[in-house]
């Protein structure tokens, strides 16, 4: 079930790295061996996203991931679909635009249940949070090669003025690699989400730990 | 909000129609002109099919449904979309194989929520409905032109097989005219789901009314 609400500042401690599945990437072991390698290295978020198919066919792979990072003590968000997220209790579901709104999702989320909304856009994402969305996902930052429909690189210009214009963790996404995370975290973000970086490492905790290393001390 | 919980009788007097949309056979008033006739000459159950749209472009569509049934006293259902159904209030939700299973829905579905499951099988009725299904849609029991993916037509001996093997209602669905619905009756199911018999038609509350008129008299 998903915890009590969390407030910004614990919550954005649970955001530093997202780590966000692709099976196109993923090595021999698949989503799951990656996700397990990450989540022993110490990602405190993983975040399933399937973009391509049928929810009965997504539903083992989410249930397993569920397992996988309450073993951990990690956060799991389903990507796109709040459905898939509350039938495996998963803490959290990641929107974008296309999806079912906020609004609507926070209309029949149990109390707690944790909310994303992709945006790059600072009015965009004020109007989120006041509907409901407890952190946005922001970018592209870089140019990156795992998502197709992305547009141009916002940069961290942009995504400073995201974070500024929100009181809400707000998660940089985008061609984001271990070098990169440090200007991430300096242009005011909670956390890196990481793609490719980690999903196609034939080392991902590795690259995990390397993640957390670059994590600002100072970091609430 | 979904009604208190239904008894099987009662539903299935509720369900001895469900007109189910399909905005490409609607006439220039669209999907949402053939429901209000239809519930004006009242259909006691719509349920909203959109195979193609993102859930964002559904939703207005969806919410004006909900204000015409719940004028009407009719039943909304969406169709695949459990978090929809939930988003606008609907009754319930219509699901198919490629769909969240019943049972995962029904872990975060609310009270009295009604789930409908599509198969021909008997025993994958049953199934279903030890798993949390209130009803089965069953088909195509005719040879239809509005849905690309049934398989062949099942005919009224297979709808019989399905309707006496389960101890809920099974709505009939598939090519159902006017003039077919009394040996859909006469098979044992509860209803008959109506596509392009209502959507195509120039006067589908005319359509409606002779559906109607072709209820057992003997009916629940």
Known sequence: MPAPTTPPAALARRLRLVVITDRRLAGPGGVAAVADAALRAGAPAVQLREKHLPPRDVLPLARHLRDLTRTAGAL??????????????????????????????????????????????PATAREAVARGADYIGCGAVYATWTKADTGPAIGVYRLAEVARSVNAPVVGIGGITVERAGEVFAAGAAGCAAVGAVMADPHPGRIVRAFLRAVPSGYS
């Open 76 to 121: 799991l968000f389903i990507n796109d679909r709040i459905d898939l997220a509350l039938a495996v209790g998963a803490d959290g579901v990641h929107l974008g635009p296309d999806d079912l709104p906020v609004q609507a999702a926070r209309r029949f989320a149990p109390p707690g249940f944790l909310i994303g909304y992709s945006t790059d856009d």
